[in-house]
């Protein structure tokens, strides 16, 4: 997996965790990635002196709020692509994750806008999972 796809990948599934209100610990998150503990463990420390997340020995993982504003914005993407995929190119909504994985990743902020304004319905996407609001 390249290194910012990783990042996203982790700032948004601690993100869904903590969504779903489930605590965010480095067992959860290995066994989620199928990866060794030490491995969730280095990856967090990287988060961490990126401040993207709060580790404190024994305490659940916790995003920053700068965590929390990237991990809007990851999630915001995908979903967005996923009701542009549904919505505009007739996608049947089971096909939709595996691509949305993909585009997610494209840094352009001005992408996912004119995505935005594309569609008819911003708020929800074609699971029925909340779009956040974004700045782009
Ligand atoms: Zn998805």
């Known amino acids: 997996m390249k ?3 990783e990042k996203d990948h982790y700032i ?30 280095n990856m967090l420390k990287k988060l961490s002196l990126m401040e993207l997340v709060d580790t404190l020995p024994y305490k659940p993982i916790k995003l920053t709020s700068k965590g929390r504003k990237f991990a809007n914005e990851v999630v915001a993407k995908h979903r967005l692509i996923e009701s542009f995929l549904v919505e505009v190119m007739q996608f049947n909504p089971n096909e939709v994750h595996e691509i949305a994985e993909e585009i997610e990743h494209i840094n352009s902020p001005v992408f ?3 995505v935005r304004k594309m569609l008819k319905q911003d708020t929800t996407d074609p699971h029925g ?3 956040p609001k974004t700045d782009f």
Do not use: D, P, R
């Open 3 to 5: 290194k910012t796809k």
């Open 12 to 41: 948004k599934e601690i993100f869904k965790l903590e969504e779903a209100g489930e605590k965010v610990t480095v067992s959860a998150l290995s066994k989620l990635f199928k990866v060794s503990k030490s491995s969730v463990s």
């Open 112 to 114: 996912f806008s004119k």
């Open 129 to 131: 999972s909340n779009i």
